[in-house]
């Protein structure tokens, strides 16, 4: 009976937990990882617990926050601009899209340290009264208000100030495939914003831009000079919402998997943001399959 109810507990926090993982980490892979080692460890405690859902947001927190530091070393390391692990339609989690946190702002949540990102997520994201962050973190209430209070500041000029229509999105979306996939350079031109940059995540493993490009002269130039090196033109898989963004996954001509994903101010393209990695694009490249 009490394995039952245990089971059952899980069950009804697993969508939530795996959005705290993976906002925490970038990656859906290690947030399934720390939701199993937390089950593992919320089925073998004796007796009873008192709130399930507070003890496992505690347990899947201090796991990610564990997960963290070596995180960081790794992404040190890494070659070329990190990007998380995309999230697409159905490889989301479920209720992945109850939050506001598109892509953009989970790349300046990577500037936080990880107790500020914890203390933001938990109590701003997934509204955690601050007394049990404060329990989650191991803090005292008011250390956490100014952890949470900091990560606010640094991250507020990434959080959603206007909202792109769907419809709107997904024109600008497939209007900027069409344009890099016929070399239109004026089409692609009149798409992207003057000061747009363009973030591509190859992880060392497939052919991508090694910095940030920057400018959109520049982004020209660049499409312009793959676009010569390349016979085949690349081939639309489908139109997707990635990690609340408008975007698409395609293969180039060189068949390689990739996801697009856009933001979009005032209606022109600010960024461009580019998984190539193929070790993040598994859950991907499986739902791409007929």
């Avoid at 089925?43 to 070596?70: F, N, P, W």
């Avoid at 698409?248 to 998984?275: H, M, N, P």
Wanted: some cysteine.
């Amino acid at each position: 009976m009490v394995m039952r109810r245990r089971v059952a507990d899980f069950e009804g926090e697993r969508a939530r937990l795996l959005r705290i993982g993976y906002r925490m980490l970038g990656s859906l892979s290690e947030a399934e990882d720390v939701v199993q080692d937390a089950w593992l460890r919320f089925a073998a405690v004796e007796g009873e617990i008192e709130v399930a859902a507070a003890y496992l947001t505690r347990v899947v927190t201090r796991l990610c926050l564990d997960r963290l530091k070596s995180a960081r070393m790794r992404r040190e390391a890494y070659v070329g601009p990190w990007l998380p692990e995309p999230l697409i339609g159905a490889v989301e989690p479920a209720e992945a899209t109850a939050d506001d946190v598109t892509l953009t702002l989970m790349l300046a949540l990577e500037r936080l340290s990880p107790l500020e990102r914890a203390a933001f997520l938990l109590h701003d994201i997934f509204d955690v009264p601050l007394r049990e962050v404060a329990v989650v973190l191991g803090r005292e209430p008011a250390s956490v208000r100014q952890l949470a209070s900091r990560a606010r500041r640094h991250v507020q000029v990434a959080r959603p100030r206007y909202s792109v229509d769907a419809a709107e999105g997904g024109r600008i979306a497939r209007a900027f495939f069409e344009a890099t996939r016929d070399g239109d350079t004026a089409a692609l031109s009149a798409l992207l914003a003057e000061e747009v940059e363009i973030h591509t995540d190859g992880g060392g493993h497939v052919r991508a831009f090694r910095n940030v490009v920057r400018g959109r002269d520049a982004i020209l130039r660049a499409y312009a000079s793959f676009a010569r090196k390349t016979s085949q033109a690349p081939v639309l898989l489908r139109m997707a919402a990635i990690d609340g963004l408008p975007g698409f996954v395609s293969r180039d001509g060189r068949e390689v998997l990739q996801t697009t994903a856009l933001a979009i101010r005032d209606g022109r393209i600010a960024a461009i943001y580019i998984v190539r990695n193929p070790e993040k694009l598994g859950k991907v490249e499986a739902f791409t399959r007929p």
